[in-house]
C-alpha cells in the first residue's frame, strides 16, 4: 500500500496524465481536468424554479414556481442540478456514459455532492437511489452511470445506498433524441418498484446524470410515491436545455 502511494505521485510527475478535455497535462494525483476546464463548469446558480431548478436569465428577486410546474405539478418534491450541461460538464458526461470513461466518475461526482451539500443541507434522507436502466441497456452499456455518481454521494455524504427496488418495466428509447412531449411519452409507465414495503415513508434522494424537462426523474419519482415514498429529491450533474 504505501509502496502504490509512493509509486502514483512519481509516475504523475513522469507521466502527466492529460486532462479529459483538453488534453494538458493535470499535475493534481487522482484528478481528470486541469484546472482550465474546471474553472469552464458553469454552475447553476440562482435564479431557478424553486421546484424543478429550472435556471432563468434575468432579474429574479424572490423564490418563484416556473410555469412548466405550475401547469403539470413533478412528482418530485425538488429538483437540482450542479451545472449547466455544456463544455467540461458535457464532455465528461458523454466519456463517462458512452465511452466508458468510469474514472470520471470521481469529477463529475464531486461536482454533484457539492450540490447536494449546498441545496439539500436542510432535507432529512433516509437513503440515495438512482434512475435504474433496462436489463438490455444494461448489458449494452455494462453499467449504470446514475448508480455509479448515487454511489459517490452516499459514500461522500455518509448516507446508505438502495435501489429502493426501482426497475424499468420495458425499454425506452434514448432521451436525448427526443423533443419534450415525446420525452415524456417514452418514458410513462416505464418505472416500477417491487412490492417490498421498503420505500413506504421513506424520503429518498434521487439521482441521474443529467436533466434536460425532468420526464425520466419524474417518471422515477412518480412510481416511488406510488409505493409510498414521503419524499423524492433529484440531484443531477448537468441541466439540458
Known sequence: MVF????????????????????TGVGERGRHLCWDCRSDVSLIQFPFCSWCGDPVQGQVDASYVCSWCRRRPPAFDRARSAAHYEGPVQHCVKAFKYRRATHLVKELGAVLAGCVDVHYADAVIDAVTYVPLHGRRHRERTFNQSCLLAQYVARRSGLTLSDAGLYRTR???????????????NVEGAFAVKPTGWVSGRSLLLIDDIMTTGATVDAVADALKQAGAHRVWVATVGRGV
Open 4 to 23: 502504490g502511494q509512493t509509486l502514483s505521485p512519481l509516475l504523475d510527475f513522469v507521466y502527466p496524465r492529460p486532462c479529459a478535455v483538453c488534453g
Open 171 to 185: 425499454h425506452t428509447d434514448t432521451q436525448a433524441l427526443l423533443n419534450g412531449a415525446a420525452r415524456r411519452r
